[in-house]
C-alpha cells in the first residue's frame, strides 16, 4: 500500500464530503429559496473531491525513474557508457553513424571536421579548408575522404554509414595529430 491510498489520505476526504453535506444541508433547510443554487456549490465540491482522490489513485499507479523498456536496453546493452549524457549522446551518433549515411554526413562529420580543424590549427599551423593539401598530408587519406569541404552529400541517405573500424581509425588519426 502506497501512501496515496493510506487510510489518513482517504479520511480527509471522506470528512470534507460529510463538512460539504452538513453545510448543504442546513443551507437547504434554512433557506429553501437557496436551494438550486446550493445544490450546485454542493454537486462541484463533491465533484472536486472526487477529482482530486482520482488524481492521487492514478499519481499512485505512476513509476518513477526508467520504463521498463529503458531498464531492458541498458541491460541487453552492457558496453553503453554510464558517464554523463553528452558521452552516452556521442555513443549513440556514432553507432547511428555506422548504419545510415545521413547521420554520418550530417552528424558525426562535422563534429569531426571541427576537431580536426582545431587540432591542426593549434599544433600545426594549418588550416583544414585554405590548406588542403598540407591538411590532407596531415589527416591521411581516409580521414581526409569523410572531411574535405567538397564531400559530396550521400545520394543514399538511408545507406549504410561508416564501418566502427574505420570511425575509429579516423578518431585515433585525429587524436595524434
Known amino acids: 500500500m502506497n501512501a ?11 470528512l470534507l464530503a460529510v463538512l460539504a453535506t452538513a453545510c448543504f444541508a442546513a443551507a437547504a433547510l434554512w433557506a429553501p429559496a437557496r436551494r438550486v ?13 472526487v477529482v482530486r ?6 499519481a499512485g499507479f505512476t513509476r518513477v525513474g526508467p520504463m521498463p523498456f529503458d ?4 541491460a541487453s546493452d552492457p558496453g553503453a ?11 549513440r551518433l556514432v553507432g547511428a ?33 585554405a590548406d588542403a593539401e598540407e591538411a590532407r598530408g596531415a ?7 569523410l572531411l574535405r569541404a567538397e564531400r559530396e552529400a550521400p545520394e543514399d541517405r538511408f545507406g549504410p554509414g561508416a564501418p566502427l573500424e574505420q570511425l575509429e581509425r579516423i578518431v585515433h588519426r585525429l587524436e595524434a595529430l
Open 53 to 58: 482522490q482520482l488524481v492521487r489513485v492514478v
Open 37 to 49: 443554487p446550493a445544490t450546485r456549490v454542493y454537486v462541484l465540491v463533491l465533484g472536486a473531491i
Open 81 to 91: 557508457p554510464n558517464g554523463p549524457e553528452e558521452l552516452r549522446a556521442i555513443a
Open 97 to 129: 553513424s555506422t548504419h545510415r549515411a545521413l547521420e554520418l554526413h550530417y552528424l558525426l562529420r562535422p563534429r569531426l571536421r571541427a576537431i580536426a580543424t582545431d587540432r591542426l590549427a593549434s599544433r600545426h599551423g594549418v588550416k583544414l579548408d
Open 4 to 14: 496515496d491510498s493510506s487510510p489518513l489520505r482517504w479520511r480527509g476526504s471522506v
Open 139 to 145: 589527416l591521411g587519406e581516409e580521414a581526409w575522404a
Open 71 to 74: 531498464r531492458a536496453l541498458r
